[in-house]
């Protein structure tokens, strides 16, 4: 299935006021007013995305928003001042439970979670864990920043399945057709279709000009399967030759295009951007692949029977 442009009306705040937490942690990045992200350190090996910043808003189209006088009861007057000289426009405000406001903000097509601290002073953005470990920024994400949920918006992004048919355990992973991370991700998968996993590859076009074309060349073919594995089985070789622009249909560059902006939404900082749903412990998202030994406790298949 084809999706809907990602841009759209979020969904509304659910009734009822958040569970009050105590305590918390925070794990992320410190943003200053001039917007200066330093990229997380990680123990999972990535494709950064950072120095592809200028090659992905061309792709996309951005016309990123100037500062403006944006609506005074979204944010107070030190934290609004804030997103002004940001130059982001701010969604929506919602309750995090444990003292800091959160904010869903938004800069040309690009949307992100945030917390405001220090009564306003400073910006925090990364995930949010509360005292019992819980990671809330992936709750958030799941009520505030995409509408009707990110894993139902991710099911109806047009994906490559590989595994068991009848899955116990379905893992989606965001994949760049030039990561190499993401080709250690298919290669160390395939003994854990055994256990009822199926891995759904979704494309992203964020790390070389010839991405978007080989992502549309996978998605274009007759059957993308044997299309994706191509690419991965010649890797080392360059994989598959990208589809030239003007052969790429208007639904297929526009399902890339919503990819990779829900892939940047979802705050990954490069590839490949791993999705599990754990019942219970909602939505856990991993920057990059982990060791081929952690693979099963991270795509929740350990201790499974």
Not at 48 to 61: D, E, K, Q, S
Not at 160 to 170: K, L, M, Q
Request: proline share 9%.
């Amino acid at each position: 299935m084809w999706p809907d442009p990602i841009p759209a009306p979020m969904a509304r705040q659910p009734a009822g006021s958040e569970d009050a937490e105590v305590g918390l942690s925070y794990t992320g990045r410190l943003l200053d007013p001039v917007m200066q992200m330093p990229i997380d350190q990680s123990s999972a090996a990535v494709c950064p995305t950072g120095r592809y910043r200028m090659l992905l808003a061309l792709f996309l189209g951005l016309v990123l928003s100037g500062p403006g006088a944006w609506a005074a009861p979204l944010a107070s007057k030190p934290t609004l001042r804030l997103f002004n000289r940001m130059g982001v426009r701010v969604v929506r405000r919602f309750p995090t439970g444990l003292g800091i406001e959160g904010y869903v903000i938004e800069s040309g097509m690009h949307r992100a979670l945030v917390y405001s601290v220090g009564a306003g002073r400073g910006i925090l953005m990364g995930n949010l864990i509360d005292a019992h470990g819980t990671n809330l920024t992936a709750r958030f994400l799941d009520r505030y920043l995409v509408r009707g949920g990110v894993w139902n918006r991710l099911a109806h992004l047009p994906w490559v399945a590989e595994g068991d048919p009848h899955p116990r355990t379905i893992v989606y992973a965001m994949v760049d057709p030039n990561c190499v991370y993401c080709h250690h991700l298919w290669q160390w998968v395939k003994p854990l279709f055994k256990d009822g996993l199926q891995m759904r590859y979704l494309f992203v076009a964020v790390l070389a000009r010839s991405s978007l074309g080989k992502a549309a060349r996978i998605l274009q073919s007759r059957e993308p399967e044997i299309a994706y594995n191509t690419l991965e089985a010649h890797f080392a070789q360059g994989g598959l030759p990208p589809l030239p622009r003007s052969k790429i249909q208007p639904r297929t560059f526009e399902a890339i295009r919503d990819t990779t902006l829900l892939f940047g939404w979802l705050g990954f900082q490069g590839t490949p951007g791993i999705i599990v749903r754990s019942p219970g412990a909602g939505l856990h998202l991993t920057s990059g692949v982990p060791p081929e030994s952690e693979l099963p406790h991270l795509l929740g298949l350990a201790g499974k029977p």
